[in-house]
């Protein structure tokens, strides 16, 4: 189950350290990253992120959501990884806030390879060990190199 995670993930998608104030704040911040790195209209992303989230919170617990929307008109998936500043509230399963979230837009008509993204970055997140270093590495650079490498087991990349 190797979604290269790679593919859909641009450097430049990866935020540290952004503050917002809550659940919408963060949603219109991922709709002006996508919009300045990506083209894409910051509003839809907002609006189909926030669709999505109503009809049930992508809060996975331990400080760790998984937004993510369907696009019409985009070709190929795209994702961005953001670490709040501080964590916002968002209807987890286990209550606890979130500071830690991906990002991840779809092309309306994908839903198998949807499926196995959200599963790849689900068990990405459920790494302790990955978590903690997405949580508190300073480097953009080894950020992109941990979720674009990580393998269930194996050490995160140096």
Partial sequence: MSTNLSRILPVENIVLDLEASGKQDVFEQ????????GGLSGAIVTASLL????MGSTGLGYGVAVPHGRIDGLKTPGAAFVRLSSPVAF???DG???N??????IPQNVTQQHLEIL???AAMFSDSQCRHALATET???RIY???????PGAPLPE
């Fill in 51 to 54: 669709e999505r989230e109503s």
């Fill in 119 to 121: 599963s790849e970055i």
């Fill in 91 to 93: 209807d987890a399963p």
């Fill in 145 to 151: 190199r941990i979720i674009t490498t990580w393998k």
């Fill in 100 to 105: 830690l979230l991906f990002f991840l837009l």
């Fill in 96 to 98: 606890k806030p979130v």
């Fill in 30 to 37: 991922a709709g002006l990253i996508f919009e300045n790195n």
């Fill in 139 to 141: 480097d953009q650079e």
